[in-house]
C-alpha cells in the first residue's frame, strides 16, 4: 500500500532533525571534553559532501575545457592543412614552370646547334598550329613575312629537317612537314650516295623513290638531302631506311621506307632558314 506524500514528507523531516541533532550533539560533546577525535566524524562527512560537490562542478567544467580545446586544436590542424595544400600546389606550379624552362632551353640549345652548322641568317619560331591528318602534314609557326619568312625556306628542328614553308602571311606561316603527301626531297643515301626523291606518305612516315633494285641499301642507312631539289641545301639529314623491299619483276625501283629524323607530331620549336639556299660548312 503506498505511503501518503503528506506521511513521508514527515519521515524525511524527522530523519533529517535526527541526523542534524546529531551532529550538534558529537559537536558539543567534543567542545565540553576539548577533544578533536570527537569532532573527526562531523569533519569528515563536511569535507566529504564539499569534495563531492566541488568533483560534481569541476568534472563537467574539466569536460568541456576538453571539449573546446579538442576544437581549438582541430582548427588549427586544419588551418595547417590547408596552408600545406597551398604551399604543395605552388611548390608544384614552380616544378611545372622549371622542368618547361628546361625543355625549352634544350630545344633552343638544340636549335643553336643545327645553326651553327648553317651558314646565313635563321629565326627560332614556335609551333602555334597542327594539321596531322590522312594525306595532310602541316604546321602553322608565329612568325611570316614581317619577319622576313618567304615561301619555300627551309625549316629545321634539332634532329634534321622538319619542312618548308608553303605559305607566308603577315605575322604567321605555313610549313609542310616531309611527311605530306605531296613533300618531295631531293635526297640521297649518306654512305652510298645512291640518290631518289623521299616523299612523303601522308601517315606520318616517307619513302625513298626511284631507287633501282640492285642498288645497295640497308636497314638503318642514313637519308640526307641532295641539294638537287632547288629548295633543300646539300647533307641535311631527312631520316633513316626502316625498310628495304623488292615487289617482283615487274617493278623497276624498290620499296624503301624512310622512318623521319624529327619527330613530326611532336614539333614545339623549329628553325627557319631565312636565304632561299643556305651553305652548310661543309660545302663553304
Known amino acids: 500500500m503506498p505511503v501518503p506524500k503528506k506521511k513521508s514528507r514527515k519521515i524525511g523531516a524527522a530523519l533529517v532533525a535526527i541526523i542534524a541533532a546529531v551532529l550538534v550533539i558529537f559537536a558539543l560533546v567534543g567542545l565540553n571534553f576539548r577533544s578533536v577525535?570527537?569532532?573527526v566524524p562531523v569533519d569528515s562527512v563536511f569535507t566529504d559532501m564539499a569534495g563531492y560537490f566541488q568533483k560534481g562542478i569541476s568534472n563537467p567544467l574539466q569536460w568541456v575545457r576538453h571539449v573546446w580545446d579538442s576544437y581549438v586544436n582541430?582548427?588549427?590542424?586544419k588551418q595547417q592543412n590547408n596552408a600545406y595544400r597551398e604551399e604543395i600546389a605552388r611548390l608544384r606550379q614552380e616544378v611545372i614552370r622549371y622542368r618547361e624552362a628546361l625543355i625549352e632551353n634544350e630545344q633552343l640549345r638544340g636549335l643553336l646547334g643545327i645553326r651553327e652548322e648553317v651558314s646565313g641568317r635563321t629565326m627560332v619560331a614556335t609551333i602555334v598550329g597542327m594539321d596531322i591528318d590522312s594525306w595532310v602534314s602541316s604546321v602553322t609557326v608565329d612568325k611570316g613575312r614581317m619577319n622576313g619568312v618567304r615561301r619555300d625556306m627551309v625549316v629545321l628542328a634539332p634532329e634534321g629537317v622538319a619542312g618548308r614553308v608553303i605559305k607566308a602571311g603577315l605575322h604567321f606561316s605555313r610549313v609542310m612537314l616531309i611527311s605530306d603527301y605531296n613533300s618531295a626531297v631531293g635526297a640521297m643515301i649518306q654512305s652510298s650516295r645512291i640518290r631518289?626523291?623521299?616523299?612523303?606518305?601522308g601517315r606520318g612516315g616517307c619513302t625513298l623513290e626511284y631507287v633501282e633494285k640492285g642498288q645497295d641499301v640497308?636497314?638503318?642507312?642514313n637519308v640526307i638531302t641532295s641539294g638537287t631539289d632547288g629548295i633543300?641545301?646539300?647533307g641535311l639529314l631527312l631520316g633513316r631506311v626502316s625498310s628495304v623491299k623488292n615487289l617482283g619483276e615487274s617493278t623497276l625501283f624498290q620499296t624503301i621506307e624512310v622512318e623521319p629524323a624529327v619527330d613530326l607530331k611532336g614539333l614545339e620549336k623549329v628553325l627557319i632558314l631565312l636565304t632561299e639556299r643556305p651553305l652548310l660548312e661543309q660545302e663553304r
Open 37 to 39: 577525535s570527537l569532532l
Open 74 to 77: 582541430l582548427r588549427n590542424v
Open 196 to 201: 631518289g626523291i623521299v616523299k612523303g606518305n
Open 218 to 221: 640497308e636497314t638503318g642507312d
Open 232 to 234: 633543300f641545301p646539300r
